[in-house]
Each structure stands twice: as C-alpha cells, then as structure tokens.
C-alpha cells in the first residue's frame, strides 16, 4: 500500500517437482517474484529422492543466498518462503521453510495465513511435543508430525481440523504437495515446468518469473501430492462458501498476477474508472501514491480525460534495511520514502490516488508534502471502501482503536489528512471491478463479516 508500508503482504511461498532440474535455484527466482509478499526473512529447503535440506536467514532474499549455499540445496523438489509475521516474533527460528521429522522421513513446511484456532490444535499436542517457535505454523507442522496413517492422511486431518486462512506448501525428500484452506482465502496457484514437472506458488507472476505454465489456481479445501506417478488431486471439505482476500486485489497481490483468469492489474484499473465516476472533482492532474495505486490512478485520469503525471518518486530502499536513521531524518517522515517531482505538481489541482488509508498516520504527511511542492489544491480519492474492522486471517491490519474509519466520519478524515477533500470508492464499486461475486471474497476489514472466525471478532479488541 503506497501509504501505509507497516501493512504488509503477509508471506509467499513456492514449490517446486521438476525432475532433472535445480529445484532450489527454481525456487529462488520464484521467490523473487513473491518478496513483496515479505521482506523478513527467507528461506528453501530441497530434496534429491534421499535427502532434504534446508538454509533460511532473517533478511531480504538477496542477501541470505549466494551460489554457495544455493549449489548445498541439490534436488529436484524445492519448498521456498518469504516472510513477514502476522504471528510469532521476528526471530530467525520462526523464519521457514520448518523442518521437521515425523515416522514418515523430514518434511520442509511453508504457511502463509493464519489460525483462529491455534490455542485448540496446540492442545491436542503431545505432552511431549516442544515448540520451538512461537508461530501457528510450528503448531500446524506439529499436527502432521502427530497425524497417523499417510502424509496425505495427516494433511487431510490438518485441513480438516484448521480454521482460519492457510496456503501450504510441503516437501518430502521425493513428494510435493500443496493445500489450501477451505474458504480459500489465500492465494495458490498451480503450474506446469518442462517434462512433467509442477510448481505452485501464491501468486502467477512467479509462475512467469520461471518460465513455468500457468494452470489453474488450487480450489479452496484442495491437496495436491506430486510424485513420481504424476499429480494427485484429493478434495476436503468441498462446496465450502470461497473467500478470496479482498486486499489481494487491493494492494497485496503484483499487479501481473492473475486470479481465476482475471488480471489484478485490469481490477486495479477499473477500480480507478469507477472511482472518478463516483467521486469527480475538477483538477488538473491525477498522480498515484506508488506503486499499488498507479493503476487505479491511470484508471481514474482516463474516466475523468485527465493527465496521469508521476507526482512522488519512490525510494525503493527505504524500510529495507536494518539502519535506523537519526532522529532529525526520522522526523521527516514519508520524505525518507517518496521525493516530490514539483514540476509536475507546482499551481495544480492535484488528485491523489492511493489503495487504502488505514491508521490514518502516512497519508497527512503525504498531503503536506505535495502542498509543499507547490499543488494549490489536493483531493484524495482512495481506491477501496473504509476499512473498519480489523483482520483476523493473516494481516497485521490494526485493532479496532488504531482504525481511523472505525472512529472518524469521511469528512472528519478529511479534515485530518488536511485534503480539499476526499472519496472512498464504495463497496459495489470495488466487487464489481474484480469480476467476482461479492460472496466469492473475504470483505472483513470492510464490512465485519468473516468467513469462519469465532465471535470475538465482534468485541473492540484484537484477538491477543
């Protein structure tokens, strides 16, 4: 989100079975793809038929592998992750792949989600059983290590026993398999790579990024178990009510991936379009918040026959690195993070596009900093509906006091962040550009309604 960066993309993962193949380079690369998803930490473990391995650091994904470490992972199975926690501390034992060992052989682990039932599935653990991290992810691994019967057994009991949102995928030193949980809340998509290989991943662009085949997305409550014998697909819990993400339209997802056939970047877009239909204003420019809202700023400059200009450049570096500026820098706010091209903004009525506001604190800064280049009006136009309610399945969203929506009307928003004025695209506007059914999509933070979540989402507090 082009204002709020402590919002985050929650984590990617990828796997990959591509016999004759470096599947841990395979796995990096897509991985690459997916670190707007989490720039925490990473990590890949890989399998040659007899052995896994794994090698995972706190860090962007860059700085954690090199040829070195990389030519250690050899195998034609790979499972890659990138991270940022929703639960858990950002410590490095909680970084993932997890590896882990079970009467069955090791099994590398990558989730990206998050439990509503984690304190119940840790207590059908065995007494026994030490946790060595403190994520949900650890507590879902320790359940298949416990399981009986076949890895596809204990998945199916997982999957079963689980709520909340998950996209998994999970290596054997000679298997791959892939799930995802009934209400589908994450993404995961499937692909095909050379001669009978297969990659998953939670996006498609990091299917392009590799040069694999884009096939389909996994349906909600599906496992997939790829072996020597080919795909395997077994169904749990099907006819479950779907509940893609929202904010994977909005902000988290690339806007070259795809969901169901249908481009983020055309929902983004039209997000835009019916935005200025919505909330016209008379302007000079329309600029974006960069970067997820430059294609609804394009949108809305081509419905309202205005000029789209780069009004703030972004510095991609900022909040990526572990330097804490001094507090002379620090009291500069969002100018460490965006530089103003004045030329473009200087005696201008300025429209502003961004994808969401959330606490309310990123996108004062930025009114000011356009006004200080010289826009003689700002209107901000916001690429979704308020967000009112917090997330409980997988986002580090807000609590309900943090929300600026949650306690402040529109107009006294706008008075906060110091616009000429301000429009929220409304809630039928924003299914209607995604090209799903509203009862298709997780819409939570928007409208308090969860799929699967216990009553506690009602009260004023986040669950702890």
């Given at each position: 989100m082009g204002s709020v960066p402590n919002l985050l993309g929650m984590c990617g993962v990828a796997g990959i079975y591509a016999p004759g193949h470096?599947?841990?380079?395979?796995?990096?690369?897509?991985?690459?793809?997916?670190?707007?998803?989490?720039?925490?930490?990473?990590?890949?473990?890989?399998?040659?038929?007899?052995?896994l391995r794994s090698h995972k650091e706190m860090g962007l994904l860059g700085a954690i592998f090199d040829e070195e470490n990389l030519r250690e992972l050899n195998g034609y199975i790979s499972v890659g992750h990138t991270r940022y926690s929703t639960t858990g501390s950002s410590i490095v034992v909680n970084a993932q792949p997890l590896l882990e060992q079970s009467v069955l052989g090791d099994f590398?682990?990558?989730?990206?989600?998050n439990l509503t039932n984690t304190d119940e599935l840790r207590e059908t653990l065995s007494p026994g059983v030490t946790l060595q991290a403190t994520s949900d992810s650890e507590v879902m691994a320790k359940v298949i290590v416990e399981g009986s019967g076949s890895m596809m057994d204990r998945i199916t009991s997982l999957l079963e026993r689980a709520r909340g949102a998950y996209s998994i995928a999970l290596c054997t030193k000679d298997e791959l398999y892939a799930f995802r949980d009934p209400w589908g809340v994450r993404p995961l998509c499937l692909g095909t790579y050379g001669q009978g290989g297969y990659v998953v991943a939670s996006e498609s662009c990091a299917l392009a990024t590799i040069g694999a085949n884009y096939v389909r997305e996994l349906k909600p409550g599906e496992i997939i178990r790829v072996s020597k014998d080919g795909l395997e697909s077994v169904m749990v819990r099907p006819g479950e009510k779907t509940a893609l993400c929202m904010f994977e339209y909005i902000y988290f997802a690339r806007p070259d991936s795809n969901f169901s056939g249908e481009s983020v970047y055309m929902a983004r877009y039209r997000m835009g379009r019916e935005l200025a239909r919505e909330y016209p204003v008379e302007a000079d420019v329309v600029m974006a918040v960069p970067d997820s809202a430059i294609p609804g700023a394009i949108g809305y400059a081509a419905e309202a026959q205005l000029p789209y200009v780069e009004g703030l450049i972004k510095n991609r570096y900022i909040g990526r690195t572990f330097i804490s500026p001094e507090q002379d820098m620090r009291s500069r706010g969002v100018h460490l993070k965006f530089n103003p091209v004045v030329e473009n903004l200087n005696q201008q009525r300025v429209v502003v596009v961004?994808?969401?506001?959330?606490?309310?604190?990123?996108?004062?800064?930025?009114?000011?900093?356009?006004?200080?280049?010289?826009?003689?009006?700002?209107?901000?136009?916001?690429?979704?509906p308020p967000i009112m309610h917090p997330c409980y399945l997988g986002v580090d969203m807000a609590?309900?006091?943090?929300?600026?929506?949650?306690?402040?009307?529109?107009?006294?928003?706008?008075?906060?962040?110091?616009?000429?004025?301000?429009?929220?695209?409304?809630?039928?506007?924003?299914?209607?550009?995604?090209?799903?059914?509203?009862?298709?999509m997780c819409l939570g933070c928007l409208t308090g309604t969860y799929p699967n979540v216990p009553a506690w989402h009602a009260s004023r507090a986040a669950p702890v």
């Amino acid at each position: 989100m082009g204002s709020v960066p402590n919002l985050l993309g929650m984590c990617g993962v990828a796997g990959i079975y591509a016999p004759g193949h470096d599947a841990a380079r395979l796995a990096f690369f897509a991985l690459y793809a997916l670190q707007h998803r989490g720039q925490e930490s990473a990590g890949i473990a890989a399998a040659d038929g007899g052995t896994l391995r794994s090698h995972k650091e706190m860090g962007l994904l860059g700085a954690i592998f090199d040829e070195e470490n990389l030519r250690e992972l050899n195998g034609y199975i790979s499972v890659g992750h990138t991270r940022y926690s929703t639960t858990g501390s950002s410590i490095v034992v909680n970084a993932q792949p997890l590896l882990e060992q079970s009467v069955l052989g090791d099994f590398a682990f990558a989730h990206n989600g998050n439990l509503t039932n984690t304190d119940e599935l840790r207590e059908t653990l065995s007494p026994g059983v030490t946790l060595q991290a403190t994520s949900d992810s650890e507590v879902m691994a320790k359940v298949i290590v416990e399981g009986s019967g076949s890895m596809m057994d204990r998945i199916t009991s997982l999957l079963e026993r689980a709520r909340g949102a998950y996209s998994i995928a999970l290596c054997t030193k000679d298997e791959l398999y892939a799930f995802r949980d009934p209400w589908g809340v994450r993404p995961l998509c499937l692909g095909t790579y050379g001669q009978g290989g297969y990659v998953v991943a939670s996006e498609s662009c990091a299917l392009a990024t590799i040069g694999a085949n884009y096939v389909r997305e996994l349906k909600p409550g599906e496992i997939i178990r790829v072996s020597k014998d080919g795909l395997e697909s077994v169904m749990v819990r099907p006819g479950e009510k779907t509940a893609l993400c929202m904010f994977e339209y909005i902000y988290f997802a690339r806007p070259d991936s795809n969901f169901s056939g249908e481009s983020v970047y055309m929902a983004r877009y039209r997000m835009g379009r019916e935005l200025a239909r919505e909330y016209p204003v008379e302007a000079d420019v329309v600029m974006a918040v960069p970067d997820s809202a430059i294609p609804g700023a394009i949108g809305y400059a081509a419905e309202a026959q205005l000029p789209y200009v780069e009004g703030l450049i972004k510095n991609r570096y900022i909040g990526r690195t572990f330097i804490s500026p001094e507090q002379d820098m620090r009291s500069r706010g969002v100018h460490l993070k965006f530089n103003p091209v004045v030329e473009n903004l200087n005696q201008q009525r300025v429209v502003v596009v961004d994808d969401s506001i959330v606490r309310g604190t990123t996108t004062p800064r930025i009114v000011q900093l356009l006004r200080e280049a010289g826009a003689s009006e700002v209107h901000v136009r916001i690429s979704s509906p308020p967000i009112m309610h917090p997330c409980y399945l997988g986002v580090d969203m807000a609590t309900y006091d943090e929300l600026i929506a949650a306690n402040h009307t529109v107009e006294e928003i706008r008075q906060r962040i110091g616009a000429d004025s301000l429009g929220y695209l409304s809630l039928d506007g924003l299914v209607a550009s995604t090209g799903r059914k509203r009862d298709e999509m997780c819409l939570g933070c928007l409208t308090g309604t969860y799929p699967n979540v216990p009553a506690w989402h009602a009260s004023r507090a986040a669950p702890v």
